[in-house]
């Protein structure tokens, strides 16, 4: 690397330092913008496209102690980890021209593992579990709210039914934490991902490899084989009590339910496309779709079919 690249390098990095601070004291600070902090990758996934990976862990470590000085170290901690891994991961192998769907995955991984270590980080610390804590503030909110509804006189019955309605809610809720942080780490890679390609593609002529239209996204032709798979693995698990059999069984049916779900709503966008609808006709069925939970079930089985059958007569890997 010449001198004058190194100039640009570090110039490139300063400035994502710079944006990278203002967004994230802004975000800590400001809960309307706490939203920024979910986009903290995107200048170091530019920086490493652009530049190189060695610019980008100096312009997160800078960042970091920045962020500390203003914030506190622990803050700054727990704002960079995951950012900082998906913004490494997810750009060293968009600098290596890795295909979308291998680069999705690498950053999921990267959020999946860091999220996990700060969960643990937050156990040691507070000398008590994630899932203790989240109960607990479950429990303080039903028990606030049951004592509203006594106060207005509410009748025994019904007060004992919500209390029991409400616990049930609160172990389902605890059992799909594992489910939720693999969906949550996925999202927010693959937010960070679109973000960072849109604003390349504008900045930089440089190619850069896109994730395919909704319409043309499919899941890999051994899915179903997989999928069957995994799941005689689970039931087989449950006869040597390695982990909790129900909440294993729980996430893996909510993780399949929701890839198959993506790959049925592609399937309806083939559709809608091939049958030329109006952009704004899309959008409110897409609304219809994604939040009415009854369309969910219907998703996930539209997209099972479609894996199996190929309904779309895509070339799938």
């Known amino acids: 690397m010449n001198t004058e690249n190194k100039t640009r390098g570090m110039i490139e990095a300063a400035m994502m330092v710079t944006l990278t601070s203002v967004f994230a004291v802004m975000g800590t600070y400001i809960p309307l913008l706490t939203f920024i902090l979910l986009l903290i990758p995107v200048p170091f996934i530019i920086l490493a496209k652009r530049r190189g990976l060695s610019f980008t862990i100096l312009g997160l470590v800078v960042a970091s102690l920045i962020i500390s000085m203003i914030t506190g170290p622990a803050s700054a901690f727990f704002t960079m980890l995951t950012p900082g891994v998906i913004a490494i991961v997810v750009g060293y192998m968009l600098s290596k021209n890795y295909s979308p769907g291998k680069i999705l995955i690498g950053g999921s991984i990267g959020a999946i593992v860091a999220t996990t270590v700060l969960i643990q980080i937050t156990t040691s610390i507070m000398g008590t579990t994630i899932t203790d804590m989240i109960t607990d503030m479950m429990k303080q909110s039903v028990d606030m709210q049951l004592s509203i509804y006594k106060n207005l006189k509410y009748d025994g019955t019904q007060i004992k039914e919500m209390s029991s309605q409400w616990e049930q809610m609160s172990k389902m809720s605890m059992m799909m934490i594992p489910s939720m942080v693999i969906i949550m780490s996925t999202l927010f890679s693959y937010i960070n991902y679109l973000v960072a390609i849109k604003i390349l593609k504008r900045v930089s002529k440089e190619e850069v490899s896109e994730l395919p239209p909704l319409?043309?996204?499919?899941?890999?032709?051994?899915?179903?084989?997989?999928?069957?798979?995994?799941?005689?693995?689970?039931?087989?698990?449950?006869?040597?009590?390695?982990?909790?059999?129900?909440?294993?069984?729980?996430?893996?049916?909510?993780?399949?339910?929701?890839?198959?779900?993506?790959?049925?709503?592609?399937?309806?966008?083939?559709?809608?496309?091939?049958f030329k609808l109006s952009k704004p006709v899309r959008i409110i069925i897409y609304i219809f779709v994604l939040f009415n939970g009854s369309f969910i079930a219907i998703l996930s089985t539209l997209g099972f079919v479609d894996a199996i059958m190929n309904v779309r007569r895509l070339k799938r890997s």
């Open 215 to 274: 319409r043309y996204v499919t899941l890999p032709k051994n899915i179903v084989m997989g999928s069957f798979l995994i799941l005689a693995l689970t039931y087989i698990s449950g006869y040597f009590n390695v982990v909790n059999y129900s909440t294993l069984v729980v996430n893996v049916l909510i993780i399949f339910q929701v890839v198959f779900s993506i790959q049925g709503l592609a399937l309806v966008s083939f559709f809608m496309h091939r």
